[in-house]
């Protein structure tokens, strides 16, 4: 998979985000505004995704809109993220927007990262809440946000991402976790790169 690097190639501070065709041309823009919101040296890098639905899910579901399912690979994209952790002196965090977010999530519980920035994350995914309820995760800090009228999608499953999200917050909490759930304004469409921004920004503080 191709990578676009974004700042300081030596820098110990790495942030790294999945993203698709959509989300590329937003990358500068998230970029600056990440450099806005904190004074760390950073270098983000964008790791582009082949097949979001498949690469991205933590296990098999069917559609929950349109005719594409889910092919549950997000252990590979993982493999492929670890690749890109070899330097034992840098500092790692993992975000992604939507499915990318609930990938960053799930994978908190696979690998101890120093932070994931999980913004408007699909907390609806087929058994996702069930999993936290089940699980805890290693990574000790986690951002979670999600728009204010996100939950009012009138899709019938992507209506549950609100009450997902507060029962997910609610287990990081209950699992002693150092965590925040922001609540944005908008739709899930709304300004990703901003919240994007933000998301990562709290998570460096750790």
């Not at 999608?153 to 507060?166: H, I, Q």
């Not at 287990?171 to 150092?178: A, R, S, V």
């Amino acid at each position: 998979m191709r990578t676009y690097e974004y700042g300081n190639l030596d820098a110990q501070t790495v942030l790294i985000q999945p993203v698709d065709d959509h989300e590329l041309p937003l990358m500068e823009k998230e970029w600056q505004e990440i450099r806005n919101l904190t004074d760390k040296d950073v270098l983000l890098i964008a790791v582009k995704v082949n097949s979001w639905n498949d690469d991205l899910s933590p296990w098999e579901a069917p559609a929950v809109f349109g005719k594409d399912g889910f092919g549950g690979r997000a252990e590979k994209m993982l493999e492929i993220i670890r690749q890109l952790c070899q330097e034992n002196s840098n500092s790692y965090y993992l975000g992604g927007y939507s499915l990318a977010g609930l990938f960053a999530l799930w994978a908190g519980y696979q690998v101890q990262f120093a932070g994931i920035a999980a913004a408007s994350p699909s907390m609806w995914f087929p058994g996702f809440t069930d999993y936290m309820e089940q699980n805890s995760p290693l990574t000790d800090n986690i951002y979670l946000s999600l728009g204010d009228k996100e939950e009012k999608a009138r899709n019938k499953n992507m209506s549950t991402v609100g009450d997902c999200m507060r029962q997910g917050f609610k287990k990081l909490q209950e699992d002693g976790i150092n965590c925040t759930l922001e609540w944005n304004q908008g739709n899930h469409f709304h300004e990703p790169e901003k919240r994007m921004a933000k998301a990562f920004a709290w998570a460096v503080k750790y």
